[in-house]
């Protein structure tokens, strides 16, 4: 019995030795192994051979996934690599975007365009930054060459405010979707002020920001400089944002080309309308009137069919894609528009607009199967 217990015990020894030495990892490894991902447990390999003139920057930059992951998952013992070696490239199981409960709607990109689905999307309670030279999110965000989106609703008073912004590298401020402040393509350390008026109601602050390369910081506040009513207020449930899997988030304005404050917000499970003559709210005029609905949603990799159907115009986009452009004044009409999507979350952007008369939107997608576009 003990010469068939050290038996076994060496064959166990001899394989953990073999597969150490060749750098075999399994689809699933314990979180100590990649600590740097928050789901580093749930990932499957994407296999890779190394060719003649491969270093780990290279792959790294190719797959988005950091060098030390890389090594941790192959377990390499250093940066080098060689030709034939089959590498894992692990891919995660895509982590859903929070509840949009903090007070601004934080969205990270590995890119320097903001296109494309987030690498990363959490709610910050201030953008107030200083990442130096690492990033936002060690395994997500890349330290150099990344940019960001934060996003906020408030109900305004009437006055004038001083926007404070200061970032390195560049910054742009939007408000209600119209740009009141860029220097977007600034590389360098940078410290502006713009005095803004705004009216009274409910508006949308947003602010982009790009880092290039070196020291990444950003900072942005805002103060009233004029008026005798306070400052703006967090609008709670009145203001809803984007939500992960989660209802509609619609904004309903005065005309069609969707400018200004909303008049009316809301979220809805489903975009399923008849409005006949009449109109979402009140507020909203029975006709000449305006709606965008937003939702980020999780796909598996496919292709997908958007139905639409409208009485008057309506578009619809994913991460900012065009899939569908009925934007013309129409009789209720049913269009569709095809498109592959990645294994992620998506940002979908439906709007519409009604000019007179009858009002309906109704809006759904179907899987057609993943064709390997």
Not at 203 to 223: K, L, M
Not at 312 to 320: C, E, K, M, P
Not at 344 to 361: G, M, N, T, Y
Request: proline residues 6%.
């Amino acid at each position: 019995m003990k010469q068939l217990n050290r038996k076994l015990a060496c064959q166990l020894l001899t394989v953990l030795l073999i597969t150490a030495v060749l750098g075999i990892s399994m689809p699933t490894v314990s979180m100590a192994e990649s600590p740097e991902h928050p789901n580093a447990s749930t990932y499957t390999c994407r296999y890779y051979k190394v060719k003649r003139g491969d270093t780990l920057t290279k792959i790294s930059r190719l797959y988005g996934v950091s060098i030390l992951t890389i090594r941790r998952v192959n377990r390499l013992p250093s940066t080098r690599i060689y030709t034939g070696t089959t590498l894992c490239i692990p891919v995660y199981k895509p982590q859903p975007a929070p509840q949009p409960s903090g007070p601004w709607y934080g969205e990270y990109w590995n890119n320097t365009s903001q296109s494309g689905s987030p690498a990363l999307v959490r709610n910050d309670g201030a953008v107030d930054f200083n990442w130096a030279y690492g990033t936002p999110n060690p395994g997500l965000v890349f330290a150099d060459y990344f940019s960001a989106r934060w996003t906020r609703t408030l109900n305004f008073t009437s006055g004038t405010y001083r926007f404070t912004l200061n970032a390195d590298d560049g910054i742009r401020l939007i408000i209600d979707g119209s740009v009141v402040f860029d220097r977007y393509g600034f590389v360098g350390n940078q410290t502006n002020q713009a005095d803004i008026a705004i009216a009274a109601g409910v508006h949308t602050v947003r602010v982009d920001y790009v880092e290039q390369a070196g020291i990444a910081s950003v900072r942005v506040n805002f103060v009233r400089v004029s008026g005798t009513q306070p400052g703006p207020q967090p609008c709670g449930s009145v203001c809803p944002g984007p939500t992960q899997n989660g209802p509609w988030s619609a904004q309903f304005f005065n005309n069609i080309n969707l400018d200004g404050a909303p008049v009316y917000m809301a979220n809805y499970n489903g975009i399923q309308f008849n409005w006949g003559y009449g109109s979402p709210a009140s507020s909203v005029p029975a006709d000449n009137w305006g709606a965008r609905f937003v939702q980020y949603r999780y796909f598996p990799a496919g292709v997908y069919r958007f139905v639409v159907t409208s009485d008057d115009g309506v578009r619809i986009y994913v991460d900012d894609r065009q899939v569908i452009n009925q934007w013309v004044q129409q009789s209720a009409r049913t269009v569709t528009g095809d498109i592959a999507l990645g294994d992620s979350s998506h940002f979908i952007r439906v709007e519409f607009f009604d000019l007179s008369a009858l009002a309906q939107l109704k809006v759904h997608w179907e899987y057609l199967g993943n064709t390997g576009q």
